[in-house]
């Protein structure tokens, strides 16, 4: 049988036989030991390790109740103990700013404990700066439909890089700005957000309609794991977004019509020499105070070509949205490549945007402005296909200019012409250069009934 857990002390464990009458042995047989524990040394409750004020207290504790205890307080590499009075347990320090680290001992029965009590912890009291940033421009006006998102974001470094104790939590406060009210529903007094990610959450306000219109805030303040609070005094501070709730619908766009050339893409800036101007541009041009700005348009409808951002690479797709910034930069289109049929003008390339208070469907205010570029077409020359196999007739020495019995070049080539536009037949040939040196090429403009020889100058 085994024992665990056994107090210390002298302790005996004694074993005796029984008879067969069940008579049992007078002198049973004892083994005696002693157990003593080695001392140990804990803190009663385990201290912060983050903490916004100077003075700390310890409780230590150890196996042996007549322990007495050492400490010693960021000592370094070699630390320097302080004897507490005997039946001493409790002990205060003073922080210092930054990192700190208290070491303890206990003494009892003329021995040390073998390991210490470490405790680290860090003073901390810088606090944290909060920041609020959105697809809606702080200070404008927004539709009560609209799904408003905010990234909000903390950051705890200490301005004369000491250590710090990083950020603990995000609270966000929405009110009224006129009396700071954060009540009735949706408005709300500061809490923390939920789905904190590092330094950085996502939130959306959302239950606006039943606000009556005027100006509200919403206010993010940063908490340090030392408790330390993120300043709110500053009304305009880069922590505060101002927004006046209304009813109005943002602005419709403004479109500056265009011209083009198929297959290019219309270049970054235009002149007055220039013939293609830039792009379709939904301004906010319109925007004063006693209006709701866009924060975003939605692009849709796209027929005839492609849209694309200033930068001519990010495809704006059909359905998709695109921020208030990039468009009033300008779009830029790639109308459909060949599409010329013989007449000067094809049909238009075209595409629809709406004002949007938002990047999704619940900000889209449905005025719609169809945006109306025009497409000059271009005839693009055939080209030799260079897959096709191209086949000569062997030219005979006996061959004379009466004779002829080589091929012509009209034959050799046009299988092998092909036209982007969906022309099938080649209606020429231009020649850029001859190589006569072995012989002379002629050429022919009535089916080879007469026949002349290339000019000496050609070349390309």
């Known amino acids: 049988k085994g024992y665990q857990a056994i107090d210390e002390g002298e302790h005996n464990f004694r074993v005796r036989g029984l008879g067969s009458d069940a008579t049992p042995d007078g002198t049973p047989d004892r083994y005696t030991w002693t157990i003593r524990y080695a001392v140990e040394v804990h803190y009663a409750v385990f201290p912060p390790i983050f903490i916004n004020y100077s003075g700390i207290q310890f409780t230590l ?3 042996k109740d007549e322990a007495v205890f050492e400490y010693s307080f960021n000592g370094g590499y070699f630390p320097e103990y302080t004897r507490l009075p005997l039946g001493e347990n409790n002990l205060t320090v003073t922080s210092v ?3 700190n680290i208290l070491l303890a001992r206990a003494l009892a029965e003329g021995e040390t404990s073998r390991s210490v009590a470490r405790h680290l912890w860090t003073y901390d009291t810088n606090p944290p700066k909060s920041l609020v940033k959105s697809d809606q421009k702080n200070g404008t006006k927004v539709n009560k439909g609209t799904l408003m998102t905010f990234t909000v974001f903390g950051n705890d470094t200490d301005p004369n890089f000491l250590p710090f104790s990083d950020v603990a939590a995000i609270e966000v406060q929405f009110a009224r700005a006129a009396d ?9 007094d500061f809490k923390p957000v939920v789905g904190l990610n590092g330094r950085s959450a996502v939130m959306t306000l959302t239950n606006l309609s039943d606000l009556p219109d005027g100006w509200y805030t919403l206010t993010a303040r940063a908490i340090d794991k030392a408790g330390n609070l993120a300043a709110t005094d500053q009304p305009y501070a880069l922590y505060r977004y101002h927004f006046y709730l209304t009813t109005e619908v943002p602005t419709p766009a403004s479109i500056t019509p265009a011209v083009t050339l198929e297959d290019r893409l219309t270049p970054v800036l235009y002149g007055e020499n220039q013939t293609v101007q830039l792009s379709v541009v939904p301004e906010e041009s319109i925007n004063k105070d006693d209006t709701v700005v866009p924060v975003a348009y939605k692009v849709d409808a796209i027929s005839g070509g492609q849209v694309f951002y200033p930068d001519g690479v990010t495809e704006i797709f059909d359905g998709g ?3 208030a910034y990039n468009a009033s930069l300008g779009f830029r289109f790639l109308p459909s490549k060949d599409l010329y049929t013989g007449h000067e003008l094809a049909l238009p390339f075209a595409f629809t945007i709406r004002p949007s208070s938002s990047f999704n469907e619940n900000g889209v205010a449905d005025i719609p402005v169809v945006a109306q570029i ?3 077409n271009e005839n693009d020359a055939p080209a030799l296909n260079p897959n096709h196999h191209f086949d000569l007739t062997g030219v005979y020495v006996l061959d004379s200019e009466w004779t002829n019995f ?7 080539l046009s299988g092998g012409v092909s036209d982007i536009d969906g022309s099938s037949v080649a209606q020429g040939m231009v020649i850029l250069s001859a190589d006569q040196r072995v012989g002379a090429w002629q050429w022919s403009n009535n089916g080879g009934l007469d026949w002349y020889l290339f000019p ?3 070349s390309p």
Do not use: E, Q, R
Request: cysteine-free; proline content about 6%; charged content about 15%.
């Open 321 to 323: 949205f695109v921020d």
């Open 456 to 458: 000496t100058d050609l």
């Open 180 to 188: 700071n009210a954060t009540s009735p529903l949706p408005l709300y």
């Open 97 to 99: 700013l930054g990192n």
């Open 374 to 376: 025009t497409v000059l």
């Open 61 to 63: 504790t150890s196996n």
């Open 406 to 412: 080589g091929d012509k070049v009209f034959d050799v």
